[in-house]
């Protein structure tokens, strides 16, 4: 995005401006997306099925979150699209869905959910839309692993590990939280023995999924975050 430059719209955002919220053009909207941060733009042609906005000037600079990740197991439909709604809105920078041993879903639609991560972001006012990944098995993802990022590895089965992220360091993290089945012995094993893993227990409650994974990122941002 730039001054003068034009967006092309889908057919679901022309829907959208058009036929439910009515615009037309020459009517002003406010834009934002990739780097550029928001931008007010005016429609320039507007159709059924597709239409123009030209960008005027920036109205706000691009914010970027905390560099944290949500590494989450994929549950029902509903509590997925919970996760990556919440984890948006929180300000993770990235968001994905993992395979772990007791991974139910075998596919998601990284489609939808990055639009949900679209829409949450505009509705909390940030000028900065995290990306969601495709689903990948989380031996993959440990297996090549960023240097210099840690993990807060979320496990019900940790006691007393409450106070882990008093003392630890600022920089790139993630959180991974399990699926409805928890984690399995191996993949327990694994993820204590990592270097970079840092054990965090949320209390002595079972949660779900989706009530840990916000959980997890209040606790994050409260003790790392900006
Ligand atoms: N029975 C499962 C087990 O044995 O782990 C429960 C899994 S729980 C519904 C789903 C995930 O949420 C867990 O794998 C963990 O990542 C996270 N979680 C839930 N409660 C937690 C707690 N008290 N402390 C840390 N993580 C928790």
Request: aromatic share 6%; charged share 25%.
């Amino acid at each position: 995005m730039g001054e003068g430059q034009t967006v092309p719209l889908a057919a679901e955002q022309a829907h959208y401006l058009f036929s439910v919220m009515r615009l037309g053009v020459g009517d002003a909207v406010l834009v934002f997306g990739g780097r550029a941060g928001e931008w007010l733009a005016r429609v320039s042609t507007a159709g059924k099925r597709g239409g123009a906005l030209l960008c005027e000037r920036q109205t706000r600079p691009l914010r970027l979150p905390p560099d944290l990740w949500l590494l989450f197991a994929p549950i029902k439909k509903a509590r997925t699209d919970f996760i990556v709604e919440k984890a948006a809105e929180m300000g993770a920078a990235r968001i994905c869905p993992v395979q772990t041993d007791f991974t139910n879903a075998e596919r998601i639609r990284q489609d939808r959910l990055q639009a949900h991560a679209i829409e949450a972001a505009e509705q909390c006012g940030g000028t900065y839309v995290p990306e969601v990944c495709n689903l990948r098995r989380l031996s993959d993802i440990l297996a090549d692993w960023p240097e210099g990022r840690r993990l807060m590895f979320c496990d019900e089965a940790l006691v007393g590990a409450g106070a882990a992220l008093g003392d630890a360091p600022r920089g790139p993290w993630a959180i991974l939280i399990g699926p409805e089945g928890g984690f399995s012995d191996a993949e327990r094993t694994r993820l204590r023995g990592l270097p970079f893993a840092h054990p965090v227990s949320l209390g002595p409650r079972v949660l779900r999924a989706d009530t840990a994974a916000v959980a997890a990122m209040t606790l994050w941002q409260q003790a790392l975050g900006d």
